[in-house]
């Protein structure tokens, strides 16, 4: 089945305790992008990529750290989490012939 | 960078009544305009989206109006069911694969 996944899906942790939220997709996408959707915000894109090793920022980067290695794995690392940081995160991929994003299921992370 | 206002934020109609909700953007160098849908609890997932060539697209009972001149989009739901209720989400880029702005929302309810 194609499909975009995250884990974890649910996540509670401390400030300052680094963290990695891994997204991986199976349908040969060259774009993933990660996103953060905060009650009355909507979607924000945090970083994307276009390719291996090709990341780019989106509108809110500060504090996270992606990684693009391999095709399928797009990892969002957060180095020193902070409560500002809660959040419902959500990874999603497309191919270079359409622009349609699919968007994997989510993972909530709290920081207290 | 590029901002995306979305109006209204909440929108209540009656079942088989239609339904508009307004984006505007500020980029003149935008040229692709994706519309997302996102039931309660679930991922965001594209429904239609337009690109700056055209002026109109239509699917079925949905249409997306695209005024570069204007700077401002609008989506059209025609003919309003239960299942239409969602939170619609409005977007912006200069291309598909480069950073994606979204408006922050627009709660639809559609009452039987």
């Known amino acids: 089945e194609a499909q975009v996944t995250q884990n974890p899906r649910y996540l509670i942790t401390v400030t300052g305790k680094k963290l990695t939220v891994t997204c991986s997709q199976n349908m040969n996408h060259e774009y993933m992008s990660w996103y953060r959707q905060d009650p009355g915000l909507g979607l924000r894109q945090i970083y994307y990529s276009m390719n291996v090793e090709v990341t780019d920022k989106g509108d809110v980067p500060e504090g996270y750290k992606v990684s693009r290695k391999e095709k399928r794995n797009f990892p969002l690392i957060l180095e020193s989490p902070s409560p500002n940081q809660t959040s419902l995160y959500f990874c999603?991929?497309?191919?270079?012939?359409?622009?349609?994003?699919?968007f994997g299921p989510g993972t909530r992370l709290t920081v207290t | 960078g590029e901002n995306v206002e979305q109006h209204p934020s909440t929108l209540s109609v009656q079942e088989g009544d239609s339904a508009v909700i307004k984006c505007t953007y500020s980029?003149?160098?935008?040229?692709?305009f994706p519309w997302y849908k996102q039931e309660l609890g679930k991922r965001p997932q594209l429904i239609i989206d337009i690109r700056s060539n055209v002026g109109e697209k239509k699917d079925q009972r949905i249409a997306v109006t695209l005024n570069k001149t204007a700077k401002h989009f609008s989506l059209h739901i025609t003919e309003t069911q239960p299942e239409d209720s969602a939170v619609y989400f409005c977007?912006?880029?200069?291309?598909?694969?480069?950073?994606?702005?979204f408006g922050k929302g627009t709660m639809l309810l559609v009452s039987p």
């Open positions: 977007a912006a880029s200069e291309s598909g694969y480069s950073t994606l702005t």
């Open positions: 999603a991929s497309s191919p270079s012939d359409r622009y349609e994003q699919y």
């Open positions: 980029d003149s160098a935008s040229n692709y």
